[in-house]
C-alpha cells in the first residue's frame, strides 16, 4: 500500500488507516525494544550488585493499562466509518454499473446486463474468461459469487478484496479513478490452480466501455 | 490398567513420608516406561514425539521457502528422492499438500504437545509440590491415544492422492468434496479422524492438570503463590476443555459431509461454507492462545529467574492471562473480515480484537518492569526468554493491522499474515520452547546442557529468524498472497523473487542453526555434567526434588511459605529464597544493596 | 536400565521413524490414479497371421451445413492469443476441405472376443500447444503409455474425467513437463479439460486392442491387420454421435466402410 499506486476512491482512506496503524506501532515498537536493551545493557550482572526487590507498582500499572486500552478502543473506533463505506454502504444500483462476477476452478466469468438491464436474463452479455471492463470515475457493483469452491477477488490497486462463496452472491462495490488494466488476484486457496487464477480489470473511458460491451454483445 | 486399584501409592498425592513411599511389586518393562504413569516419562515421550515432528514439520517448510524462491526449478537430492515422477520440480498440488502438513504438524503435532504434553506433564506436579496427577492413568492414556493419530497423519503421506492440500484451515467446500484438488480424498480423511484423536488427547489432558492443579497442591501454596507456569497451564486447560469440544464438532460434521452425504458446509443441500469458518475458528483462536500461554508463563518464571528479582505485578500477570483467555472466546471472527460474514460483525470483532491486545501489552510491560534494576545473567535460557518478549511484541503490534479491518481487507491473505503468525509463534512459542527445555533439561535429565553452545544456537537463530519472517510484512504490504506456488506469475509480484530468494537462504541457515540445538541435547543426554538440584537457584518447588526426580518426585512433600519470586528479599542474604525454605523469623533483614556474590554459575565449557 | 538411557533409545526410535518417514514418503502425492499397471489382459497374447490379415478403410463424410465455428476469446492468456492473430475457434466441429469430417475416433466394437493384445509399448502423446490439445481426439489402448506433455510456458492441468477408471488432475506448471498415464479399462470416450484454461477440450479413447484410428485432415481411416471375421466397427464424434456398421473382412481382403455424419 503506497508501494502500488491506488486507483480507488476509499484507497487512500485504506492507505492513510494503515499509516496511522505503523505510526502507533511503529512507536511502540522502538520504545519496547530500545527499553529492552537498554535494560540488557545496563542492568547485566555485575559482581556485588544485586537486583531490586519489588513486586510491582499498582499505579504504572493502572497507567499502563488505562492508556493502551483507551488508545486500542480508539483505533478501533475511529476505523468503523472506513469499513462501513467500504462493506455496508453501497451506492444505488441504478447509478452503479452492475456485473455478475463467477469463480470456477480457476478461471473468472463476468457478464454484464444486457438491454433489458437485468442480470441473469438471457440478453446478458457474457465476458471473455478472465476479462472485466469497467468505466472509470463510475461506481461499480459486482455481484460475487462461486461455482465450485471458495475464491477470493482480490484487487489490490483497489484496495478490495471479498471471498466468493458458493451459493451465495455478495455484492462488491468501488469506483476506479484511473484508467489502466489491473491484475486481479485470487486470494482463497482453490486447488492447484490457485496460484494462477488471474484476471485481468480493464478500466477505461465511458466510451471505451461501451464499445466494447456492444461487440462483446455481437459475439 | 486395572491394577490401577490394586497398588494405591500411585494414586496421585497420598501423603507419604519417609524415604521411599513406593511399595509395590516391581513393573514390567512395558509398565514401567513405554506404558508408564509416571508423569515425568510421560512428559519426555511427549517432548520426544514433538521434537520429531518439529524436525519433520520444519524441513516440510523448507521445501515450501524452496519453491518459493526458484519454482518449478529441480530440487537436488529431494526433488529425484520424492518428485521423480515429475522430473525432480515440485508440482502445485504438492506445494499445497507441503504447506497443509507443515502447518498442520507444527500445530497439533508440536507446539500443542510440547508446551502442554510435554512439559505440562513434567512440571506441574513438580511445581505444585505433588507426587504425580491426579489421573496417572487417564494421562497414560492422553499420549497413547496420540500416539495412532501420528500414525494416522503420517499415513496420510503414503495414501494415493497424497496428504491433504487445503491448508491447515481446511476451508469447506475444497476440503468437503474429494475431488477439488488431489489430496482431497483420503489424505484429507485421514487428516480429520488424526485431529480428532489429537483433541480427545488434549482434553484429556487438560482434565488432569485443572484437577490436579485445583486439588493436588501442597500445604501452604495458595493459588497466588502458583508460579506463572502453573497459572498458564491451568488457563490453558481450561481454554482447552471448552473450546477443543468445539473443534471436534467441526470435524466430525466435515467428515459426515465428505462420507454419508449430509450437508453442513456444502451450498447443494442447504449448507454453508462460512458455517465451517465460525466452528473452526471458534475454537483456532483460542488455540492460539493455547499455544502461547504456556511459553508467557514458563518464559516469566525464567526471565524473574535470571534477572534475579521479583516477577513484577504477579497479579496483574495471572489477569491478564485470565483476560486473553477469556478475551480469546469473542474474537474468531478476526480470522474471517472478508469471508462474507455479515460485515456488521467486522466492526464487534474489530473492537475486541483490538482490546485483546491489552493484556498482552501489559504482560510485555510487566517483563519490562521484571528486567528494570535486576541482575541480569544473561545465560542462553535467558537469552531465548527474553527473545520470546521482544519477537512476541512484534508479532502483536503486527496483529494490530490485521485487526484494523480496512486494512486487513488487503492484507488478510497475503504474506502479511504469514509474518504476524510465525513472529507469535515462531519468535513467541517456540523461543519460548528452546528457553524451557534449556532450563529444566537438568531437572528431567540430571544433565546440564552446554551454555555456549546454547547461545550460539540462540544468535544464530534469532539473527537467521528475523531475516526469513520479517520481510514477510514488506511482501504482505505488497499484497503477495499465501498458498501460492508461484507469485510470480503475476507482473504485481514478479520484483518480489530475489526478496524471497534471500529469506529462503536465510531459512536454510535457520534450519541449519537448530542442529547446535540438536547436538547440545544429545551429547548433554550422553555425556553433560552431572545436574545439581538446584543448578539455577531458582525458588519453585521442582528444584526442591533430585535431578532428576525419583518415581513420587519428593522424599517428603514440601510445604510452601511464600510465592516463587521471592528473589533479592532483604530477608537472606542470598539472592534468592525458595518458596518451601522455612526461616524461623529470627533472622535479621538484610539491605537491599549488600555487597554479595550471587550464586548462579551454569555449567559453561 | 537407568531412564536417561531410555530416552536416548527413545531418540534413535525417533530419528529411525524420520528416516522411515524421509524415504517412505516418496510416493507422496505420485500415485493419483489411473497409472496402476493393470494385470495386462488375462490369456495369451493373439498372434495375427499376416499372410491372412486384412484391414478395414474410409471415409468419414459430411453432409449438410456445418454450423459456425465458435471463437474462443484467450485475450486473457497473452502468449496464446498472440498465435492466433486470426482469432481462435473450438474444434468441435472441423469439416475438411474435400467434405470429410475430422476427429472421428473410428474403432472395432465388436468380433475380436477371446483375443487379447499386448499393449504397445511406445507411448501415445497429447500435447498442450498455444492453449490446445494436440491431438484434439487421441486413441490408445489400455495399459499403452500415454505421455502428457506440457509445451506451454505456463500451468495447465490435465483433468480427465473418466466413468471406469480412476480420475486424475495433475498439474504441469513448467514448460517441457512430460507425466506418463496409463489407463487401465477400456472406455469411448474420455473428456479432457483443463481447469486453467476451460476452453480446451480432448478426448481420448480407450480400447483393449490395437484396432482404432482417428480421422485425420483427409477424413479418412485405416484398420490394419486384421484377422479375418466379422466385425462391428463404431464411429464416434463428439458433436454427431455414434454410427455403427457391421463389416466382414476375408483373408487378405481390404474392406472398405463409409460413414456419413450430417449437420443440420
Known sequence: MGVFENVSTYGAQVDSLYLLVLIVTGVAFFLVEGVLIYFLIRYRHREGHRAMYTHGNRRVEIVWTVIPGFMLFGLAVYQYSAWTQIKIDRPNEAEAVVLSLEAEQFEWYAAYPGSDGELGTDDDIGSPVNVIHVPVNQPVIIRLTARDVLHSFFVPVLRIKQDAIPGTTIPVWFEATQPGEYEIVCAELCGLGHYRMRAFLTVESETEFQAWLAEMAAR | MSKQKATPSHDGNVAHDGAHAHEHPPLSFWRKYVFSTDHKVIGIQFLFTALFFFTLGGLLALLIRTQLAWPWEEIPVIGSLFYAESGGIMLPENYLALMTMHGTIMIFFFIIPVLSGAFGNFLIPLMIGARDMAFPVLNMLSYWVIVPAFLVLLAAFFVEGGPPAAGWTSYAPLSALPDMVPGSGTGQTLWLVSLILVGTSSIMGAINYITTIVMLRAKGLTMFRLPMTIWALFITAVLVTLATPVLASALIMLLLDRTIGTHFFLPDGGGHPVMWQHIFWFYSHPAVYIMILPAMGMASDIIACFARKPLFGYRPMVYSIMAIAGLGFIVWGHHMFVSGMNPTLGLAFMTSTMMIALPSAIKTFNWLGTIWRGDLHLTAPMFNALAFVSTFVIGGLSGVFAAATPVDIFIQDTYWIVGHIHYVLFGGSLFGVFAAIQYWFPKMFGRMMDDRLGKWHFFLTFISFNLVFFPMFILGAYGMPRRVADPYEYQLFAPLQPLNQFMTISAYVLGASQLILGYNFIWALVRGPKAAQNPWYANTLEWVAPSPPPHGNFETIPVVYRGPYEYASPLVTADYLPQHQQLDGLEPAVETKPVQKTAISPASR | ?264
Open chain 3, 1 to 264: 536400565m537407568p531412564l536417561r538411557r531410555i530416552y536416548l533409545w527413545m531418540l534413535c526410535l525417533g530419528i529411525i521413524m524420520l528416516l522411515v518417514v524421509a524415504c517412505g514418503g516418496g510416493d507422496e502425492g505420485a500415485s493419483a490414479g489411473g497409472d496402476e499397471a493393470g494385470s495386462g489382459g488375462g490369456g495369451d497374447v493373439t498372434e495375427v497371421d499376416p499372410a491372412t490379415a486384412g484391414k478395414i478403410s474410409g471415409k468419414v463424410n459430411f453432409e449438410g451445413t456445418a454450423p459456425e465455428p465458435e471463437l474462443i476469446d484467450m485475450s486473457a492468456e497473452a502468449t496464446c492469443s498472440e498465435k492466433y492473430p486470426d482469432g481462435a475457434y473450438t474444434e468441435k466441429v472441423v469439416v475438411n476441405d474435400n467434405g470429410t469430417l475430422a476427429n472421428v475416433f473410428v474403432y472395432v466394437k465388436s468380433g475380436l472376443e477371446g483375443k487379447t493384445f499386448a499393449p504397445p509399448s511406445e507411448a501415445a502423446v497429447l500435447d498442450q500447444v498455444d492453449c490446445h490439445y494436440i491431438p484434439h481426439v487421441l486413441g490408445v489402448q489400455t495399459n499403452q503409455p500415454v505421455v502428457i506433455r506440457n509445451s506451454d510456458p505456463f500451468l495447465h492441468n490435465i483433468h480427465p474425467q473418466p466413468q471406469n477408471s480412476r480420475p486424475f488432475n495433475i498439474g504441469q506448471p513448467k514448460q517441457g513437463m512430460e507425466t506418463e498415464k496409463t489407463f487401465p479399462a477400456a472406455e469411448i470416450m474420455i473428456p479432457v479439460g483443463c481447469d486453467v484454461h476451460g476452453w480446451m477440450a480432448a478426448y481420448i479413447g480407450v480400447v483393449d486392442h490395437p484396432y482404432f484410428a482417428v480421422t485425420g485432415s483427409d477424413g479418412s481411416f485405416e484398420l490394419p491387420n486384421l484377422p479375418p471375421g466379422d466385425y462391428t466397427i463404431e464411429a464416434w464424434h463428439e458433436e454427431y454421435g455414434v454410427q455403427e456398421m457391421n463389416v466382414t473382412v476375408g483373408e487378405q481382403q481390404s474392406a472398405t466402410a463409409d460413414f456419413t455424419f450430417r449437420g443440420t
